[in-house]
């Protein structure tokens, strides 16, 4: 009944994994397909929608506000991650557990909510939608994710490493430049991927937040559902998912390199 039972839970786990992969294996599959229709059975290999997607100058437009909004918010989100890290596990806040609890509770916020609280927010303040506003709802989305990978990281750092380099003359500055930060690098960019990930493939908020006139990729896509059901949108959606897990599997490589230098 044992081996039974451990069967049952392996079939069911290949089932669940297959319901989440399948359909982007399919939409994968399908990027590639000669037929402009989009649609099983296949008629041959082809790239002729990826290079239709190239030619798309409203699909390069979304690519290019996507791509600078990612950055922007990754470049935010982990200078004030690391910052506040540095506040709250190094020195003593007054009220650190609730503005702790206030900086990480967007994730625990449904999104949709954190979307239409801050849109009606803006409307109280009279201000119009536009790209700082968008950022700073990203900044606020991306940051708690940040902030959790910075922390644990900087918790395991030795507080005397940073005591023996200022003994020895090295002012705060120094430290943190020379001593901190190459320790603490790893999940430094393990959080930046993170906000970059996070910002380019946010659709709700975005949907809430963004200016006429100015898409993201998912907005656009969403736009392209709208209207019909473009082979350009599996190749679209082949380069977001090489996009969003290949710069994960990049980071990782890269924070490996970096923890075997340290460790060296």
Request: charged content about 10%; cysteine-free; glycine content about 6%.
């Amino acid at each position: 009944m044992r081996g039974w039972g451990w069967q049952a839970i392996r079939a069911w786990t290949l089932l669940v994994y297959a319901f989440m992969f399948l359909p982007i294996a399919v939409v994968v599959l399908l990027s590639f397909n000669a037929n402009q229709f989009g649609s099983f059975p296949m008629t041959g290999f082809s790239l002729q929608w990826f290079v239709e997607l190239s030619q798309n100058d409203a699909i390069l437009r979304a690519f290019r506000t996507s791509l600078l909004l990612g950055a922007l918010t990754a470049a935010i989100s982990t200078t004030l991650g690391v910052l506040a890290s540095l506040a709250l596990v190094r020195y003593r806040v007054p009220g650190e557990n609730i503005i702790s609890t206030m900086l990480i509770a967007p994730i625990l916020v449904p999104e949709v909510v954190l979307a239409v609280a801050l849109l009606l927010f803006l409307n109280f303040l009279s201000l119009p939608k536009s790209f700082p506003l968008l950022l700073m709802g990203h900044v606020i989305f991306t940051l708690p994710f940040v902030l959790l990978v910075v922390q644990a990281r900087l918790v395991s750092i030795r507080r005397d490493v940073e005591e023996a380099a200022m003994s020895l003359g090295a002012s705060p500055m120094q430290t943190f430049f020379q001593i901190t930060l190459p320790l603490l690098m790893p999940a430094v960019l393990a959080g930046a991927l993170f906000a970059f990930t996070i910002s380019f493939d946010d659709i709700t908020g975005t949907l809430f937040w963004k200016p006429g006139g100015v898409e993201t990729v998912p907005t656009q896509i969403f736009a392209m559902l709208r209207n019909s059901i473009s082979p350009e949108i599996n190749a679209l959606g082949t380069v977001m998912i090489l996009i969003t897990v290949g710069l994960p599997l990049l980071g990782l490589a890269i924070a490996r390199k970096i923890n075997q230098k340290s460790g060296a």
